[in-house]
């Protein structure tokens, strides 16, 4: 750890805030997520380059140890966000189709500023048709969104739900909107992918005209019970040292749950499969119990806007901030797990 500074400066950025937060240990990069942008930092905080261009959301943001890139979550939608984003860049609001990504990029290829995520080379693509279909579908009651669904956010590589060893899956949790008045959107739901093909279906991303190039279904849905949060789990993170999955969230606001702003999953707890078929998995029981829900989490306000455990105990957590111009920025801070889970 001694090569990584207590706090790291990423830089402003005209943007939406910061997203996420990936770490290449052994180079020595730190990428971090802006809502339309990548950004490359070495470990003095300077900028070594960014990827640009993007009229869509960039959510959370992963490294892949195994082949070097960077994974992230990218969503094209008609939502609040969606038109928000593109109002931000001058964009016309009108519809477009509700597309989700996984983005993929060659972060090696990322060497200047301003580099173009669609034209330049370093940057591809993978559509996600499950989320789509459940961001279309109806919940209960016939309500749009099925299982409360806004998109895709939270990204990481872990092992299969219920195991510690063997291959890693890219996992992405959904966005959940919300709603008070609805009670099917009280579960996280996380999609675990086998990559090993990916190649394959990787496409550049055109804005024009998305393609649909991507897995018909994941290798593994699965639903966790938290009661709401305010838009699902923002930053997902695999916390290889505590063999813990850790979800971030923005607090929800139903009166019946504690609302807390971090939840995390044991790797090895079993994978409860319910009568309906659907896969369960449980809280971690380390967790402050909530006795009237029985619901268990942690009360670590940050997290949500980026969180990368290097697996030794130590966490790098985004604290953002804006500029007197008006650009997002923010600062980067070590923790340590006793600050986190207590």
Not at 25 to 50: E, W
Not at 267 to 288: D, F, Y
């Amino acid at each position: 750890m001694t090569k990584f500074p207590a706090t790291l400066y990423t830089g402003a950025y005209p943007s939406g805030h910061i997203q996420g937060i990936a770490v290449d240990p052994i180079k020595g990069f730190v990428y971090c997520s802006y809502t339309q942008l990548l950004v490359k930092l070495d470990l003095q905080g300077n900028l070594v380059g960014s990827c640009e261009g993007l009229t869509g959301h960039l959510g959370c943001i992963d490294f892949n140890d195994a082949d070097g890139r960077v994974y992230g979550s990218l969503e094209y939608k008609n939502d609040s966000i969606g038109k928000g984003i593109r109002r931000f860049l001058g964009e016309s609001e009108e519809d477009v189709p509700t597309s989700f990504f996984i983005a993929v990029f060659d972060v090696d290829k990322i060497t200047r500023p301003h580099m173009d995520a669609c034209s330049d080379g370093v940057m591809k693509t993978v559509y996600l048709k499950e989320v789509v279909e459940d961001f279309n579908g109806l919940g209960e009651s016939g309500k749009e969104h099925r299982y409360g669904c806004s998109g895709i956010d939270g990204t990481a590589f872990g092992p299969k739900f219920g195991q510690t060893e063997g291959k890693n899956y890219l996992t992405v949790a959904y966005g959940i909107y919300g709603d008070n008045d609805r009670k099917d959107n009280d579960r996280q739901v996380l999609l675990q992918y086998d990559i090993s093909n990916w190649d394959t279906l990787l496409q550049p991303l055109s804005q024009e005209n998305f393609h649909q190039s991507g897995p018909e279904k994941p290798d593994g849905k699965y639903f966790l019970f938290t009661g709401n949060t305010d838009w699902g789990v923002q930053n997902l993170e695999y916390d290889e040292g505590l063999k813990r999955w850790l979800l971030c969230v923005y607090r929800g606001k139903k009166p019946q749950y504690p609302n807390y702003p971090l939840f995390s999953v044991e790797a090895a707890s079993p994978v409860c499969v319910k009568e309906k078929g659907e896969a369960e998995l449980s809280l971690s029981p380390e967790g402050i119990l909530h006795e009237e829900s029985g619901v268990r989490g942690w009360n670590f306000p940050r997290g949500a806007e980026g969180i990368y455990s290097f697996g030794n105990g130590n966490y790098y957590v985004s604290y953002p901030a804006k500029t007197e111009e008006g650009y997002q920025t923010a600062t980067l801070k070590l923790h340590t797990k006793e600050e986190i889970f207590s």
